[in-house]
């Protein structure tokens, strides 16, 4: 965009980021700091922190010493190399999440990046991110990928590339919702492809793949395991918020007792 109207608007923005109080992205009351949520917001967020499975970072209920792994690990070792969440997936994580994937609010991103960034180890010095593609149809009607935005704010804040052309989505995949593992990793099948011009930088690749929300784990899993077989080191999940289901935690429970 050029022109006048260009102009106006890059004169006008600061003074509205001025004058306009911040206000917690989730409830809109008004806070004392850009990318800030209110008390009450934050203290409903179920944060993730250890203890928790060693694995997929599922939080335990109590501690049960290092290396041990929640039971959906123990009975299918996942494809990836462990899922990096922010926090659980609840009323307050919705809106947020469909802020950003509706409202083009880049600040949520910062927002995304900055909780994920929480739980990202210390020392990533050679590591790529890619983002969770979505398809080329869904990206032309909605304009942008959240995970990108996200994957984009992480790079840009720990001097790592982003390599989003390392994978691609080949099929389009319907909603996942309401189908059983098996029905969803076929619904995953052959979805993701990495393209031949880039396989001889994937090779021994350390992935940090981004994602907003980790529902089933079958969107992430498929392009672990695609990502892998072209020959990556490992597939590291980070997300903002992952789905934990009432049964992840009871079987917890019942091993606690
Ligand atoms: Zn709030
Ligand atoms: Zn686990």
Redesign the pocket.
């Known amino acids: 965009m050029a022109g006048p109207l260009a102009l106006l608007t890059s004169l006008v923005q600061p003074a509205l980021d001025y004058a306009l109080p911040p206000r ?6 008004i ?1 004392d700091g850009d990318r800030r ?6 203290s409903a967020i179920d944060f993730f922190s250890p203890p928790w499975c060693a694995s997929c970072h599922l939080p335990f209920a109590f501690d049960r010493g290092a290396g041990a792994q929640c039971a959906q690990c123990l009975a299918a070792p996942p494809d990836h190399d462990g899922v990096l969440a922010a926090f659980a997936y609840g009323e ?1 994580a919705r809106t947020l999440a469909l802020r950003l994937k509706y409202g083009r609010r880049i600040g949520l991103a910062r927002l995304a990046a900055d909780h994920i960034a929480r739980n990202l180890p210390d020392d990533m010095d050679g590591w790529t991110i890619v983002p969770v593609p979505l398809h080329r149809w869904r990206l032309w009607s909605r304009g942008f990928n959240q995970s990108m935005l996200i994957a984009r704010q992480i790079g840009h804040d720990r001097g790592l590339r982003v390599n989003a052309d390392w994978i691609t989505r080949v099929k389009p995949t319907p909603p996942l919702r309401g189908l059983g593992k098996s029905a969803r990793a076929k619904q995953m099948r052959g979805a993701f492809a990495v393209p031949a011009d880039v396989r001889a930088a994937v090779r021994g690749a350390r992935i940090l793949l981004v994602d907003d929300v980790y529902a089933s784990g079958a969107t992430s899993g498929a392009i672990a395991r695609t990502l892998k077989r072209a020959g990556a080191h490992s597939v590291v999940v980070a997300c903002w918020s992952r789905v934990v289901h009432d049964d992840d935690r009871e079987s917890e429970r019942d091993q606690a007792h």
Do not use: Q
């Open positions: 917690c992205p989730a409830c809109g009351e806070v949520l209110c008390l009450a917001c934050w307050i």
